[in-house]
């Protein structure tokens, strides 16, 4: 296990439950188009890779199949199985595993989701490459995630946030990136939907467990912050502010 997972198995583990009540991650216009997406064609066998508390899994079940939550926090697992329980989803089970090595034969789904999960792994184009490889031809891949503007100081002040909050973040991929990143591993990719994330700063932090000296550190980035910066985050004065998201899709 490289450090960097095992700083997202420890960090996550820590507060599953709140990802579990996280109002952003069990709701979303990004997650209604997802829906959206799955039942205008739907499939028999789906994965969501990186599940977190498996707000995204529970969603499309009723469109799919079956679909298996797929997380490498077991504590996050378990945060899906009371969900689902509590939903009363019958076709969705879970499976521990890493994205970058799936425990999956080749061709093994029709669909593959994921949402706000693709910003923590280490190698993303290893963790693409898996996700095509257990697609079945024709088979899509929906990923939703916070993405970096092309602008290089908005991207250094947005991966500086996010490194702050939360040690086990990795990078939020530029759409380029992520076009180049489908291309490599023999996906087409479109664009499907983008959004500003309205963020409250105090539930943003608490949700993570961010320590208070990288709360103030992240206070003070805020304030310092250029005007256009302080524009394209949609910085309040009470530390609200938005980030940029991308939902894309790619067909193999």
Known sequence: MTDIKQSVQ??????????????????????????????AQPAQR???????????????????????????????????????????????????????????ADASFDLVVSRYSAHHWPHPAVAVSEIARVLQPGGRFILSDITAPEDPAQDTFLQALELLRDPSHVRDHSVSQWRAIFAGAGLTCEVAFTWMLGLEFEAWVT????????????????????????????????YHFSIPGTLLVGVK
């Open 10 to 39: 420890n960090q996550f583990g820590r507060v599953a439950e709140n990802y579990r009540t996280s109002a952003v991650h069990a709701a979303g216009e990004d997650l209604q188009r997802i829906v959206q997406l799955v039942a």
């Open 46 to 104: 789906a994965l969501d890779a990186g599940c977190g508390a498996g707000h995204t899994a529970a969603a499309i079940a009723p469109h799919v199949g079956t679909v298996i939550a797929l997380d490498f926090t077991p504590t996050m697992l378990e945060q899906v199985e009371q969900l689902a329980a509590e939903r009363g989803l019958t076709n969705l089970t879970t499976r521990h595993g890493d994205v970058e090595n799936l425990p999956f």
């Open 207 to 238: 949700r993570i467990g961010t320590p208070a000296q990288n709360i103030a550190m992240l206070k003070s980035l805020y304030d310092g912050a250029a005007g256009e910066i302080r524009e394209a985050f949609r910085i309040r004065p009470d």
